[in-house]
């Protein structure tokens, strides 16, 4: 186990440690440990914290983690929308020219290049909205290695830990977002954009519908969802929580990397559906969660790759 690790199996029932060390197994014949009436010693000076105790504390640390990310997804939703809002124009015709997604009706003309504020614009755009449409489905975990952080190290304080698990999370979702920025760049220079930043070109959408399909049928998706559906199981094989900074930006980076690896294909349909088509956004940012959160997440993603499959080869029809 890591220097500076805690496993994340004290005191959860059917679970025991191997002598050999690495990955813990579960025990055949649990014997489950009964805190009734049992205190857990705290830091020096400081009563010893009881069953109940610890209980309370959890709680708390879950309602302030839900709470912190319940606030981060709203705003970035509440950004979502207003710049989409912007977009809108309010049914204005736009032809000849392309809106910039800055909330404050900045326009330029169709075929002018990029400037540095406007790549900054929209990589701003695609980082919050990556936050908003991950934030949720990214919970779990991100509440499990609280839970996890103070279970065994009830003598410590779990949040500073799990807020830089949670930075280097989305920190893999902020460098997605640079390459979608770059990839957009590169689209709408061939002209394949229209001004509500969908595609233009059947051919484009349908090629990205069947690659999106076809990806959510491969073992790679399998392997990535599997690690974004079981949170516990991901601390079992990468050495439970870790209390250095290093450490929990570390295993925050490894999950939003399994993270990106399952969903990235998915984010690619937001140059089908358009980048700033709100429903759209939400149909996705549900479809995630699905896949994630629910016991037949693999099937759903299989349908969604099926449904993926067919709609691309409509689009391809000449």
Same mark, same amino acid.
Request: aromatic share 10%; with cysteine; hydrophobic share 50%.
């Given at each position: 186990?890591?220097?500076?690790?805690?496993? +994340?199996?004290?005191?959860?029932?059917?679970?025991?440690?191997?002598?050999?060390?690495?990955?813990?197994?579960?025990?055949?014949?649990?014997?489950?440990?009964?805190?009734?009436?049992?205190?857990?010693?705290?830091?020096?000076?400081?009563?010893?914290?009881?069953?109940?105790?610890?209980?309370?504390?959890?709680?708390?640390?879950?309602?302030?983690?839900?709470?912190?990310?319940?606030?981060?997804?709203?705003?970035?939703?509440?950004?979502?929308?207003?710049?989409?809002?912007?977009?809108?124009?309010?049914?204005?015709?736009?032809?000849?020219?392309?809106?910039? +997604?800055?909330?404050?009706?900045?326009?330029?003309?169709?075929?002018?290049?990029?400037?540095?504020?406007?790549?900054?614009?929209?990589?701003?755009?695609?980082?919050?909205?990556?936050?908003?449409?991950?934030?949720?489905?990214?919970?779990?975990?991100?509440?499990?290695?609280?839970?996890?952080?103070?279970?065994?190290?009830?003598?410590?304080?779990?949040?500073?830990?799990?807020?830089?698990?949670?930075?280097?999370?989305?920190?893999?979702?902020?460098?997605?977002?640079?390459?979608?920025?770059?990839?957009?760049?590169?689209?709408?220079?061939?002209?394949?954009?229209?001004?509500?930043?969908?595609?233009?070109?059947?051919?484009?959408?349908?090629?990205?519908?069947?690659?999106?399909?076809?990806?959510?049928?491969?073992?790679?998706?399998?392997?990535?969802?599997?690690?974004?559906?079981?949170?516990?199981?991901?601390?079992?094989?990468?050495?439970?929580?870790?209390?250095?900074?290093?450490?929990?930006? !570390?295993?925050?980076?490894?999950?939003?990397?399994?993270?990106?690896?399952?969903?990235?294909?998915?984010?690619?349909?937001?140059?089908?559906?358009?980048?700033?088509?709100?429903?759209?956004?939400?149909?996705?940012?549900?479809?995630?969660? !699905?896949?994630?959160?629910?016991?037949?997440?693999?099937?759903?993603?299989?349908?969604?790759?099926?449904?993926?499959?067919?709609?691309?080869?409509?689009?391809?029809? +000449?």
């Amino acid at each position: 186990m890591p220097p500076g690790s805690t496993s +994340p199996y004290k005191g959860e029932v059917g679970l025991r440690s191997n002598p050999g060390g690495g990955l813990l197994d579960h025990d055949p014949h649990p014997n489950p440990p009964t805190f009734r009436g049992r205190e857990r010693t705290g830091r020096a000076g400081f009563a010893p914290m009881t069953d109940s105790t610890l209980e309370a504390v959890l709680r708390r640390d879950r309602l302030i983690v839900a709470g912190a990310l319940a606030t981060i997804a709203a705003l970035a939703w509440a950004y979502v929308l207003w710049l989409a809002a912007d977009m809108d124009m309010g049914g204005m015709d736009m032809t000849g020219f392309r809106m910039i +997604p800055a909330g404050i009706g900045i326009m330029a003309p169709a075929n002018a290049p990029w400037t540095a504020i406007e790549f900054a614009f929209v990589f701003a755009m695609w980082t919050v909205m990556m936050v908003g449409m991950m934030a949720p489905s990214a919970a779990p975990m991100i509440l499990m290695y609280a839970r996890v952080g103070r279970r065994g190290r009830s003598d410590g304080n779990p949040l500073g830990p799990t807020g830089w698990f949670a930075a280097g999370y989305f920190a893999v979702w902020i460098g997605f977002s640079f390459v979608a920025t770059i990839a957009q760049w590169g689209i709408e220079r061939a002209g394949l954009l229209d001004d509500r930043m969908a595609s233009a070109s059947r051919v484009l959408g349908g090629i990205i519908l069947i690659a999106a399909g076809v990806y959510q049928w491969t073992p790679l998706k399998d392997i990535c969802l599997a690690q974004c559906q079981t949170p516990l199981g991901f601390l079992m094989r990468y050495g439970g929580f870790r209390s250095d900074v290093a450490g929990c930006l !570390l295993m925050g980076l490894r999950h939003g990397a399994y993270c990106v690896g399952c969903c990235w294909v998915l984010m690619a349909l937001l140059f089908v559906g358009g980048v700033m088509n709100v429903l759209w956004i939400a149909l996705l940012a549900l479809l995630v969660l !699905l896949e994630k959160l629910t016991p037949i997440g693999r099937w759903i993603a299989r349908a969604a790759g099926v449904a993926c499959i067919l709609a691309g080869a409509w689009l391809l029809q +000449p």
